[in-house]
T-cell receptor, first 108, second 114 residues
Framework: GIQVEQSPPDLILQEGANSTLRCNFSDSVNNLQWFHQNPWGQLINLFYIPSGTKQNGRLSATTVATERYSLLYISSSQTTDSGVYFC??????????FGQGTRLTINP | NAGVTQTPKFQVLKTGQSMTLQCAQDMNHNSMYWYRQDPGMGLRLIYYSASEGTTDKGEVPNGYNVSRLNKREFSLRLESAAPSQTSVYFC?????????????FGPGTRLTVT
């Protein structure tokens, strides 16, 4: 099956810093989503981005489908950005496959 | 618009007990999913239902059964709970056609099996 690898596994930053999270996938995909899992466990949709670039406030995402990777950018980090960020892809049969996540800690 | 709701939020079972996790969505989505998340890991698909009346196995279906009761509701049953089923369970829903569109998740059920 398709493999999804996220890097780095852990990231610790000071408030105000910028960060880039990466998601590599092993085969072509129909769908790619980024999620934020907050410290209370809730999964929050960030982007639905099978290709191209999208921006939402301080967050933006780019997927280069031909090169099989996606990047999530977080600018001017806030403590509320802490949590785990997951990338998930759909290869076929309408099923999402999740990466292991990047744990982001923003210190005040 | 409540989105995806799950009950219960927390549950403790003894080995061998049974229980049903409930999920409902009010977004008129045709597809629904059950995932489990173990500590420090991503989500893994247990079962899914592409439309009312159909269900299919995901990556980790052993020890579980599901029922798509109607378009809104999708339940997950553990017939004889085992400690290996201690996990956080998430339900999700989406619109699907020739492809999968954006998936939306419920708040999760934290299950402990002793």
């Amino acid at each position: 099956g398709i493999q999804v690898e996220q890097s780095p596994p852990d990231l610790i930053l000071q408030e105000g810093a910028n960060s880039t999270l990466r998601c590599n996938f092993s085969d072509s995909v129909n769908n790619l989503q980024w999620f934020h899992q907050n410290p209370w466990g809730q999964l929050i949709n960030l982007f639905y981005i099978p290709s191209g670039t999208k921006q939402n406030g301080r967050l933006s995402a780019t997927t280069v489908a031909t090169e099989r990777y996606s990047l999530l950018y977080i600018s001017s980090s806030q403590t509320t950005d802490s949590g785990v960020y997951f990338c998930a892809v759909e290869r076929k049969a309408q099923k999402l496959v999740f990466g292991q996540g990047t744990r982001l800690t923003i210190n005040p | 618009n409540a989105g995806v709701t799950q009950t219960p939020k927390f549950q403790v079972l003894k080995t061998g007990q049974s229980m049903t996790l409930q999920c409902a969505q009010d977004m008129n989505h045709n597809s629904m999913y059950w995932y489990r998340q173990d500590p420090g890991m991503g989500l893994r698909l247990i079962y899914y239902s592409a439309s009312e009346g159909t269900t299919d196995k995901g990556e980790v279906p052993n020890g579980y059964n599901v029922s798509r009761l109607n378009k809104r509701e999708f339940s997950l049953r553990l017939e004889s709970a085992a400690p290996s089923q201690t996990s956080v369970y998430f339900c999700a829903s989406s619109v699907t056609g020739t492809r999968l569109y954006e998936q939306y998740f419920g708040p999760g059920t934290r299950l402990t099996v002793t």
